[in-house]
Structures are given as structure tokens and as C-alpha cells.
């Protein structure tokens, strides 16, 4: 599905705020926020968000900072809104 008709999608369905981020170009983007220390201002754009669309989980290898990353924007979700989890594996691998 594309960016736009996911967050179209997913906005007229919950009326809510949408995030759309593809987990690969979301984790190359932490690791530089990281760097640059404004990784907890990014951590709170993402956290305004009502619901997170993470698109493409599991294509790339994911090292073990970036699933601390991952599990700690997920971890908070159910306090804060909602957050969909999409991927092209299929779910034997999982």
C-alpha cells in the first residue's frame, strides 16, 4: 500500500493524527537523532502522534539498538493511542 493511501486510509477509519513511517528510513533517521542529541524531540513527535502506521517492519536486519528503539516507541503506544504494524514477510519466519 502507499504512504498516501495508508495515511488516508488509517485517518478516515480512526479520526485521529497519523505517523507513516517506513521502519528503515524511521531507524536510520533515530540513529542520526542520536547523534545529533535530539533523539527524545523526536521520540515526542512521534509520541503526539494518535496512531503510528510502522510500514515494512522486518524487510532489514535489525540490530539490537534498533530494536530497543522500535520497542520503546511501541511499549508506550497503548497510553498514548494506537499503532499498526504492517510487513511483506509472511508469518512463519516471525
Not at 488516508?8 to 505517523?19: E, G, P, Q, T
Not at 542520526?32 to 503526539?48: F, G, M, N, W
Request: charged share 25%; glycine share 2%; hydrophobic share 45%.
Amino acid at each position: 500500500m502507499c504512504r498516501v493511501k495508508a495515511r488516508f486510509l488509517s485517518a478516515n477509519i480512526f479520526h485521529c493524527r497519523v505517523k507513516y513511517c517506513n521502519t528503515a528510513r524511521l531507524s536510520a533517521k533515530l540513529k542520526i537523532a542520536k547523534s545529533d542529541r535530539i533523539y527524545l524531540k523526536e521520540i515526542a513527535k512521534t509520541e503526539r502522534q494518535q496512531l503510528i502506521l510502522l510500514d515494512d517492519l522486518g524487510l532489514q536486519f535489525m540490530n539490537s539498538q534498533n530494536r530497543l528503539v522500535f520497542l520503546e516507541i511501541i511499549v508506550d503506544r497503548p497510553e498514548i493511542g494506537y499503532v499498526i504494524i504492517t510487513s511483506q514477510l509472511s508469518v512463519s519466519p516471525w
